[in-house]
Nanobody, 117 residues
Framework: QVQLVESGGGLVQAGGSLRLSCAAS????????MGWFRQAPGKEREFVAS??????NYADSVKGRFSISRDNAKNTVYLQMNSLKPEDTAVYYC????????????WGRGTQVTVSS
């Protein structure tokens, strides 16, 4: 079992930056690929970024602006978000899946990111 807790959300002006963190419980954090997803009001949850032994992957909408990283010693995954746009406003969720699998099995409760114009 892995528990995920996101933090770092908030209100920021367009063009600004935020860094989200996701702290994971458990001693096998390095065995999991990690991802960030988001859900805007009235929209479905969408993929943002992931990091695994294969490397990093990003949604086209955030490429060049967002960066995912992880610190296995701290059981934490980060999402650095730069050049934020109002359309980035959403609840951001952290998720974990077993390396080599396709389905995310553990999810955090989310952190709100609001970008004002």
């Amino acid at each position: 079992q892995v528990q995920l807790v996101e933090s770092g959300g908030g209100l920021v002006q367009a063009g600004g930056s935020l860094r989200l963190s996701c702290a994971a419980s458990g001693r096998t954090f390095r065995d999991y690929a990690m991802g960030w997803f988001r859900q805007a009001p009235g929209k479905e949850r969408e993929f943002v970024a992931s990091i695994s032994w294969r490397g990093e992957n990003y949604a086209d909408s955030v490429k060049g602006r967002f960066s995912i990283s992880r610190d296995n010693a701290k059981n934490t995954v980060y999402l650095q978000m730069n050049s934020l746009k109002p359309e980035d406003t959403a609840v951001y969720y952290c998720a974990a899946r077993f390396e080599g699998s396709s389905g995310y099995v553990y999810w955090g409760r989310g952190t709100q990111v609001t970008v004002s114009s």
